[in-house]
Nanobody, 122 residues
Framework: QVQLVESGGRLVQAGGSLRLSCAAS????????MGWFRQAPGKDREFVAA???????DSADSVKGRFTISRDNAKSTVYLQMNSLKPEDTAVYFC????????????????WGRGTQVTVSS
């Protein structure tokens, strides 16, 4: 089993930056594809970004060019660097882990953190 704990969410002004972290424990971190998802008030959870075991990743069109996912296997941590934040980025951000290959679909992820709140003010 894997335990995931997100951190770094806070209130930030539009145009600002945040870096979210997700620390993993319980299994070798390098065994997993890692993803970030978010859920805004009144909306379904949506894909944000994911990164494979080799460090290659992708992100949703809504955040492409602004958000970057990365991982540090030595620290068992995945990051989401968020720049040029917009009010519509306000959401609870979740990290997730899965066995196997890359996926942007939440239904294929095996482990989930509890989330961290990001609020972007105008």
């Amino acid at each position: 089993q894997v335990q995931l704990v997100e951190s770094g969410g806070r209130l930030v002004q539009a145009g600002g930056s945040l870096r979210l972290s997700c620390a993993a424990s319980g299994r070798p971190f390098s065994d997993y594809v890692m993803g970030w998802f978010r859920q805004a008030p009144g909306k379904d959870r949506e894909f944000v970004a994911a990164i494979n075991r080799s460090g290659g990743g992708d992100s949703a069109d809504s955040v492409k060019g602004r958000f970057t996912i990365s991982r540090d296997n030595a620290k068992s941590t995945v990051y989401l660097q968020m720049n040029s934040l917009k009010p519509e980025d306000t959401a609870v951000y979740f990290c997730a882990a899965k066995f196997g290959g890359y996926s942007d679909s939440e239904e294929f992820y095996d482990y989930w953190g509890r989330g961290t709140q990001v609020t972007v003010s105008s």
